[in-house]
T-cell receptor, first 114, second 114 residues
Framework: SQQGEEDPQALSIQEGENATMNCSYK?????LQWYRQNSGRGLVHLIL?????REKHSGRLRVTLDTSKKSSSLLITASRAADTASYFC??????????????FGKGITLSVRP | EPEVTQTPSHQVTQMGQEVILRCVPI?????FYWYRQILGQKVEFLVS????????KSEIFDDQFSVERPDGSNFTLKIRSTKLEDSAMYFC????????????FGPGTRLTVL
């Protein structure tokens, strides 16, 4: 499968704690994107990391990419109840050309307890 | 901040009827996509579109589906004869430069086929 595979499937933490979510993929990528989806709602783009980048920050988000291991992680620091959602990684594969589709895994269900 | 918009937010139709889902991508974007998400399942790629033609389509995107960019702003998905299994959330997405850029998703149209 070409999709990103997220791990763990579900994560429950206390407000204020950090949440770490992992993603693995199988083929070479242009970039890897992380999205959030609140129940029954649309996909909100969180961050894009390119294949030549190793780490990227955006507010409370930190993303790492290890192309040798074909893996990425998303860290949410100082979590809030509003971070409760499903999180998806979506690799943009090098092989599918300029129009590269995103392939989504099953996602990680994050629950942040107040 | 520019965003992708979709109408309607919810569409109910009878099996066998035609439906048209509408999207207005971000104005300076050149690459357009449709994805769908059946309730409780993964987000699945349907089709990508660039330069007024389909770039790639999935096996889901059979002869019952078609896409069109009828003017400079709208991007539509037509399902000619809906089936019960077409019930899903349909997401439109757009990107400025294709695979090297973020794909921004609209809020989705929930299609219910009775």
């Amino acid at each position: 499968s070409q999709q990103g595979e997220e791990d763990p499937q579900a994560l429950s933490i206390q407000e204020g704690e950090n949440a770490t979510m992992n993603c693995s993929y199988k083929t070479s990528i242009n970039n890897l994107q992380w999205y959030r989806q609140n129940s029954g709602r649309g996909l909100v783009h969180l961050i894009l990391i390119r294949s030549n980048e190793r780490e990227k920050h955006s507010g409370r988000l930190r993303v790492t990419l290890d192309t040798s291991k074909k893996s990425s992680s998303l860290l949410i620091t100082a979590s809030r109840a509003a971070d409760t959602a499903s999180y998806f990684c979506a690799p943009s594969l090098l092989s599918t050309g300029a129009n590269s589709k995103l392939t989504f895994g099953k996602g990680i269900t994050l629950s942040v307890r107040p | 901040e520019p965003e992708v918009t979709q109408t309607p937010s919810h569409q109910v139709t009878q099996m066998g009827q035609e439906v048209i889902l509408r999207c207005v991508p971000i104005s300076n974007h050149l690459y357009f996509y449709w994805y769908r998400q059946i309730l409780g399942q993964k987000v699945e790629f349907l089709v990508s579109f660039y330069n007024n033609e389909i770039s790639e389509k999935s096996e889901i995107f059979d002869d019952q589906f078609s896409v069109e960019r009828p003017d400079g702003s709208n991007f539509t998905l037509k399902i000619r004869s809906t089936k019960l299994e077409d019930s899903a959330m349909y997401f439109c997405a757009s990107s400025r430069r294709g695979s090297v850029d973020t794909q921004y998703f609209g809020p989705g149209t929930r299609l219910t086929v009775l």
